[in-house]
């Protein structure tokens, strides 16, 4: 587990089961103890996007397929300084891919971001913002204001996220900014469902 899963943990903020190798056979028993299916990550302070560089392998379902995940990685960040490997239990598929962070405001301090995350958050920019301290009004309206909560709201059939867990993320995450002060954080992706909210992938810069 990296030094920002930590941080998260200290926030009550929901992660899963992960921890960060720098070796085949680490990798493995990491794997093992987590329990299959986990997804592996490149670690590289280097690289902005893990998969600008295809650093993700998702549903890691054995140790024959962790050891040609590990070496593919290897091969992948050849040529850059690599942190580690992050190794990860695998979170449910059928939750919505969020993004939730902040950045320091010269004029107005910390600002909370909520919107829809993955890979295509610069393409979507469905975003809603505030200035920190945020009450839960404030995390309600933010999760409104988004063009894609119907989607949030059980659009096509789909459960509706667990909007309480996702108002106490951001409560979370805003409490975070105002002491930590970073000036760039986010979680990207935060996936939410119907049970909750767990942050898959975390960044910070001081």
Do not use: W
Request: hydrophobic share 45%; with cysteine.
């Amino acid at each position: 587990m990296g030094l920002d899963f930590r941080l998260l943990s200290k926030y009550g903020i929901s992660y899963p089961a992960s921890k960060t190798v720098s070796s085949l056979e680490e990798a493995l028993a990491a794997a093992e103890k987590i329990g299959y299916p986990v997804a592996m990550k490149a670690l590289c302070s280097q690289v902005l996007h893990k998969s600008d560089r295809g650093g993700v392998v998702l549903d890691v379902s054995s140790a024959g397929e962790a050891e040609k995940a590990y070496h593919l990685l290897v091969e992948r960040y050849r040529g850059l300084k690599l942190d580690g490997i992050l190794v990860q239990k695998m979170a449910g598929k059928q939750a919505v891919e969020l993004i939730v962070g902040g950045k320091r405001d010269p004029q107005f301090g910390q600002l909370i971001m909520l919107g829809m995350g993955g890979i295509f958050v610069e393409v979507m920019r469905d975003v809603a913002f505030r200035i920190c301290p945020i009450g839960e009004q404030d995390a309600q309206e933010m999760i409104h204001e988004l063009r894609a909560y119907p989607i949030l709201a059980g659009a096509r059939g789909r459960k509706p996220v667990n909007e309480r867990a996702l108002v106490a993320t951001l409560l979370s995450v805003s409490r975070l900014l105002l002491s930590e002060d970073p000036k760039e954080f986010d979680i990207n992706p935060l996936l939410a469902d119907d049970k909750g909210c767990v942050a898959v992938d975390v960044r910070m810069l001081r």
